[in-house]
């Protein structure tokens, strides 16, 4: 069996075991939701209720079961809407949940079904009668141009994940193309793009940067090769998150106890005090190469990487949060204006646990960490305030639209929809969204097999750019002053956004999306017919509409066209960059504005994503 083999079937064997049961948080009373509403439309249930002091979030139950996803890690939900799609009829429930271990009382229970699916889909009056007849349901979206609401949040600007950084120094190849330049380009162009600021990635004091060793009892440190990789990312204008982790194996309690392809040691220090002194010496030197200040401003510091999983931590709860103290001391002993956080913990396990640790034990913690995939994160902030830390910011140091590798669910266009509909609910309560990971160079359970494999990354081998990585492109050119909008009809997954910019261009990002994966390849009773009028206009403008869906902005569909297979032959990748394009829907058109407003009429498909940008003539 291959090392890959061998990683991925450990992998699987204890991926969902956790690490072990931390001490529960003190027990609170939660109310049920009130208002419970169901309102039936084209090919769906839209949930709505009331919200519920101190909940990070609400789980929808079908017909007594909660509404979840196989790939889905945390089935909760953090705002009081839900858009239940490929289902008939059923009776809906709805509990808040204050931690991961503390669920409220239900709901009253309210029957409904999709329209035209079964006597239940008359309920609220028929109250999506605005389906078209013979096409799609109809959706009325305004936009008010003259109604600025707040400076436009970017939680995907803060952070970006990456596969663990020694591979930017590798000289081997993966289907045919440099591994380690090519992760550096990614990088590079997530800087460039987007304005990501920071990056984040696993294992640097793991071996094969040789961090430490003790020879003769005796601890020695060598920081040259985390020189070389920190000197790359602080090239390309990015600042590293630095993960402290995992064990270096002379410092590892038991060494054979091992994550990924890359075996990646994740044991419990031997000796804690010399676990305190490896980070305070990291620490340390880095402040001596980059200059304190430097660290102060732009970096931080994670203390491991999802310890509530048996696959990534062999100790006890009590021993992670043993090394959370020890590593905090040790980081905030440099410098106390360092910021250190945790638990960077996979499904939101361990921050309520965590919270409860630090204020006995008086650790410092500058930042809350954990991570979601296939669903919106969480709102922490209500337990945030209930441990007297409402200032305290919350950081997604990784999300994406699933867990699992070689998952395809994200190489389309249904990647793009999930990840706009993820940012947008972050934005303006969560500080970082971080997306794992920029680039599909990834070795964790074994490199690509073929350049179309699920993985995670934004780009893929070859830095193509994959759907989810456009939609960051048009949510990246969004202008700084967001705008009043109103969705209306038979809404659905239909989702906006909209800003301005301070010259008087207007852009509307629109998306069509549902979380159930298996409706992923797309749901022709999902489709919308939109109509889009921006209303506080003047004069002339030009409309630009751009697309992603199975049709456009979609570089897999582009290469199943080819003929596919595992790889491009070297013209095949000058094919493939010609047509990796930002598709527009329909070409440029001046439009003038008709009391003050301008409409766009189109369709949109589920998963799609349009942009409409209106740009007046230059003054």
């Known amino acids: 069996m291959s090392t890959a083999d061998a990683a991925r079937r450990d992998w699987q064997e204890r991926l969902h075991q956790a690490s072990g049961e931390a001490v529960p948080a003190a027990e609170l009373t939660l109310q049920a939701p009130a208002g419970l509403r169901a309102v039936p439309g084209a090919g769906h249930v839209t949930l709505t209720w009331e919200p519920v002091p101190e909940a990070i979030g609400y789980l929808v139950h079908r017909?007594?079961?909660?509404?979840?996803?196989?790939?889905?890690?945390?089935?909760?939900v953090p705002e009081c809407r839900y858009v239940d799609t490929g289902h008939g009829a059923a009776s809906y429930t709805v509990a808040a949940i204050a931690t991961m271990e503390t669920v409220g009382p239900a709901s009253d229970a309210v029957p409904a079904a999709p329209l035209g699916s079964g006597p239940a889909a008359s309920l609220e009056g028929g109250a999506a009668a605005a389906s078209a007849a013979g096409g799609s349901a109809a959706v009325a979206v305004r936009v008010d141009a003259a109604a600025v609401t707040r400076e436009l949040p970017r939680p995907w600007r803060y952070m970006i994940g990456s596969e663990h950084l020694s591979y930017l120094l590798s000289e081997d190849e993966t289907g045919g193309r440099p591994i380690g330049a090519e992760l550096t380009e990614a990088l590079r162009i997530v800087r460039e793009e987007f304005g990501v600021e920071t990056v984040r990635a696993h294992a640097i004091l793991g071996d094969d940067l040789g961090v430490y060793k003790e020879v003769d009892g005796q601890a020695v440190y060598d920081f040259g090769k985390v020189d070389e990789v920190y000197d790359a990312i602080m090239a390309l204008g990015l600042r590293p998150i630095v993960e402290l982790g995992y064990m270096p194996r002379d410092l590892a309690a038991d060494?054979?106890?091992?994550?990924?392809?890359?075996?990646?040691?994740?044991?419990?220090?031997k000796d804690f005090e010399a676990w305190s002194d490896?980070?305070?010496?990291?620490?340390?030197?880095?402040?001596e190469r980059y200059g304190i200040h430097?660290?102060?401003?732009?970096?931080?510091?994670?203390?491991?990487?999802?310890?509530?999983?048996?696959?990534?931590?062999?100790?006890?709860p009590e021993e992670y949060f043993l090394l959370y103290d020890v590593s905090a001391a040790a980081v905030k002993n440099v410098h106390p204006e360092l910021r250190v956080g945790g638990p960077a913990s996979a499904a939101n396990g361990w921050v309520e646990e965590l919270l409860a640790h630090i204020a006995e034990s008086g650790a410092e913690l500058d930042f809350i960490s954990t991570h979601t995939y296939g669903n919106a994160p969480l709102d922490w902030r209500p337990a945030l305030a209930r441990h007297g830390r409402p200032d305290t910011p919350v950081w997604w140091t990784e999300w994406g639209p699933t867990p699992t590798h070689f998952h395809g669910i994200g190489d389309g266009p249904f990647g793009a929809a999930f990840l706009l509909h993820g940012m947008k609910s972050a934005a303006g309560r969560l500080a970082a969204v971080s997306h794992w990971v920029a680039s599909d160079h990834f070795e964790e359970l074994g490199r690509p097999p073929r350049l179309f494999h699920g993985g995670f990354g934004l780009l893929t081998v070859g830095n193509l750019?994959?759907?989810?990585?456009?939609?960051?492109?048009?949510?990246?050119?969004?202008?700084?002053?967001?705008?009043?909008?109103?969705?209306?009809?038979?809404?659905?997954?239909?989702?906006?956004?909209a800003a301005r910019h301070a010259d008087g261009r207007v852009g509307v990002l629109a998306w069509n999306s549902t979380l159930n994966q298996a409706q992923a390849d797309g749901a022709v009773e999902l489709s919308r017919a939109v109509s889009l009028t921006v209303a506080g206009l003047d004069g002339d403008y030009t409309v630009t509409h751009h697309r992603i869906d199975g049709e456009h902005s979609n570089i897999e569909a582009a290469w199943r066209s080819m003929g596919g297979g595992d790889w491009p032959a070297d013209g095949q990748w000058d094919k493939l960059r010609s047509v990796n394009t930002l598709d527009e829907l329909t070409p440029a058109t001046v439009l003038t504005a008709t009391d003050g407003a301008l409409t766009v009429d189109f369709d949109l498909p589920m998963p799609g994503v349009s942009f409409v940008e209106l740009t007046p003539p230059p003054h």
């Open 255 to 269: 060494p054979s106890r091992t994550v990924f392809g890359y075996e990646a040691i994740i044991s419990p220090p």
């Open 63 to 76: 017909d007594g079961v909660p509404v979840s996803q196989p790939d889905v890690d945390v089935a909760a």
């Open 294 to 316: 430097e660290l102060i401003d732009n970096w931080a510091f994670e203390v491991w990487n999802e310890p509530n999983l048996a696959v990534f931590w062999t100790g006890t």
């Open 465 to 497: 750019r994959k759907p989810r990585f456009h939609a960051l492109t048009l949510a990246a050119r969004l202008g700084d002053a967001e705008l009043a909008t109103v969705v209306e009809g038979d809404a659905g997954g239909v989702e906006v956004w």
């Open 278 to 287: 490896l980070v305070r010496a990291l620490v340390e030197h880095l402040a």
